[in-house]
């Protein structure tokens, strides 16, 4: 079973360029953005229809909550994998973590988005869509790089 | 308290287990006879005698690659054939609140004056897929939370460890939902777990997603179906002569996918429904003899001590310490070992808690009956809490 490319083509601008839509009238922020030219603010709603503006989410944020999945995943997923919800200022979302020490995570760890990178390929026999998305990574303080070279020449 | 106007006239559920004989059919079958029978007290009711029927499944479609199973299980038991009026059969889905919001459907149906009896049944087979997961994570939203890989225990972690943040309840305290709701299964001859565990047990149990492990869900395959038939309050008396009245039920929805919340440690949906039928019925929590709640993660019942109103928002993981929730707690919790022992099978999931209501309030419910109980909740959710459905259940001394 496999889904027509057009539903992973459609998505293409919030997976790889983290796009949102603002609502200009009250300024809420929703990710995945609303459809173009019907989309509505949920708070605003009619008024709201041609007046919603297409942003791009920081690239920078924290995280308020990860998990590190390490059973149970879905047959295409390979354990152990992170996945965390990040707070990007104007709007949370959820993410895959890549790049990272997994034991080193923890609520407040500043990532920034990277990408975007392979998810995995749809179906069984790998013959389908390819899927990509922004991932996030842990960003490191001048300080924390200080740190891992001194142990590393250690 | 007047009389509600919908009765509650007879229950029927089969064993939750790996059903590998049964199929689906046969385990509604199964529990839909038990329920007419358990109907028959005073009066032998007959297929001809009921008037409309629900059906809440969630992954049935997928797992066994069959829809339109309304008919397909209407014409077994006789309802869609030729002695009985051809009745129809609505099938209800909201991911893991589909019986009870089947259940909701039926309350309606016969709340309106339309219909005198319904039946409503919930059935799940997940013992016939390998690699559920895929299809469970269809409670969550596809596009933005399965395909970044997050499944319905991983989204139950998320939830899990901003609140041990922000509260700071304990990995112990979380165990102790599970070990609580084993001793209860314990005493349920029809739960899927009937052992005991300790703490040790659940921390010693493999990391499913960090920091949630095994011993902190609820089985992965629980095959088994339910069945509850209702009736007009003036009709019931003819069938029982304990009718269990229904004083409320009430749904409510939230965002689909978890980072659209503003809150990530209360379930708004549930607050809302909680609301709404207390302000129905008339009553307070305090009310409330017993709870069977949605526990597919430990988690779950510690938000549930919350968002229903029994305790202040971060107090969840002190109650459980306490002992406040168990059997001879001031409001026990899931006196039939809730999803964590008596199992889930997904669509009967909301039908077996009025089972196990309706037991309770009949007095019936042996070893894990709670003492002089009058009046019961029964609160199921889909997915991480988009969809919440509670129902109040009264017996005739709580009038």
New interface residues.
């Given amino acids: 079973m496999s889904s027509s490319p057009a539903r992973y083509w459609r ?1 293409l601008g ?1 997976r790889y360029r983290l796009e949102a839509s603002k609502c200009t009238i009250c300024g809420a922020v ?3 953005p609303v459809t173009p030219c019907l989309g509505m603010c949920q708070a605003c709603r009619r008024k709201s229809i041609g007046k919603m503006k297409t942003i791009r989410l920081p690239r920078r944020g924290k995280i ?12 295409d ?1 390979k354990t152990p ?1 992170a ?3 990040i707070d990007l200022g104007e709007k ?5 973590l890549t790049d990272c020490n997994l034991d080193e995570l923890h ?1 407040g760890m500043e990532v920034e988005a990277v990408g975007p990178r392979r ?1 995995g390929e749809q179906g069984k026999d790998k013959s389908g869509i390819i ?1 990509y ?1 922004m991932m996030f990574r842990p960003i490191s303080t001048e300080k924390e790089v200080e740190v891992k070279l001194k142990k590393l020449k250690d | 308290m007047s009389e509600p106007g919908v009765a509650i006239i007879g229950v029927g559920m089969t064993k939750i287990k790996e059903h590998w004989d049964k199929s689906i059919v046969h385990l509604l079958v199964e529990s839909g006879l038990e329920a007419m029978d358990d109907a028959s007290q005073k009066e032998e009711i007959h297929a001809e005698n009921i008037d409309i029927g629900f059906l809440g499944i969630a992954y049935a479609g997928s797992v066994l690659n069959q829809r339109h199973i309304g008919p397909m299980l209407a014409e077994q038991v006789g309802l869609a054939s030729a002695r009985a009026y051809h009745i129809p059969v609505v099938r209800v889905e909201s991911a893991d609140a589909s019986g009870g919001f089947a259940f909701f459907q039926a309350y309606l149906a016969i709340k309106s004056g339309e219909y005198k009896i319904a039946v409503v049944s919930g059935v799940e087979k997940l013992s016939d897929y390998q ?1 559920i ?2 299809i469970t ?1 269809s409670s969550l939203d596809r ?9 319905p ?2 989204m139950a ?3 899990t ?2 609140h041990m ?1 922000e509260f700071n309840t304990t990995r112990e305290q979380l165990a102790l939902i599970a070990v609580k709701n084993h001793e209860n299964g314990f005493y349920n001859p029809k739960a899927q777990f009937r052992k005991k565990i300790s703490i040790e047990d659940v921390l010693d149990s ?7 492990r ?1 011993y902190d869900f609820a089985p ?1 395959t629980s095959d088994g179906a339910a069945t509850v038939i209702l009736a007009d309050s003036r009709l019931a008396k003819k069938y029982t002569d304990d009718p269990i009245y229904v004083l409320a039920c009430a749904g409510a929805s939230d965002s689909l ?4 919340r503003k809150n ?1 440690v209360e379930l708004k949906s549930v607050v809302q429904a909680a609301k709404n039928v207390y302000k129905k019925a008339n009553i307070t929590p305090r009310k409330v003899d017993f709870v069977e709640a949605h526990d597919f993660a430990t988690i779950y019942e510690i938000l549930a001590y919350e968002d229903l109103g029994f305790v202040k928002k971060g107090k969840g993981g002190k109650a459980i310490e306490e002992e406040l929730t168990t059997l001879k707690g001031e409001i026990p919790f899931n006196p039939s070992g809730g999803l964590k022992a008596r199992g889930h099978p997904v669509g009967a999931t909301g039908v077996a808690q009025i089972v196990e209501s309706v037991l309770q309030l009949r007095g019936k419910a042996d070893g894990r009956q709670v003492k002089g109980a009058k009046i019961g909740l029964t609160e199921n959710i889909g997915g991480t809490g988009a969809t919440a459905v509670i129902s109040l259940l009264c017996n005739g001394d709580a009038l």
Wanted: hydrophobic residues 40%.
């Fill in positions: 998505e919030a929703y990710y995945p308020v909550s990860y998990t590190i999945v390490r059973d149970m995943a879905p047959p997923f994998y996945i965390a919800l949370t979302i959820l993410g895959r609520i998810l899927k998305s | 690699g997961t895929y994570s596009e933005y939370e399965a395909s970044l890989g997050g499944t225990h991983a972690a998320l939830i460890r901003r943040h493999e990391m499913i997603s960090d920091p949630l095994t992965e996918a978890l980072h659209n990530f």
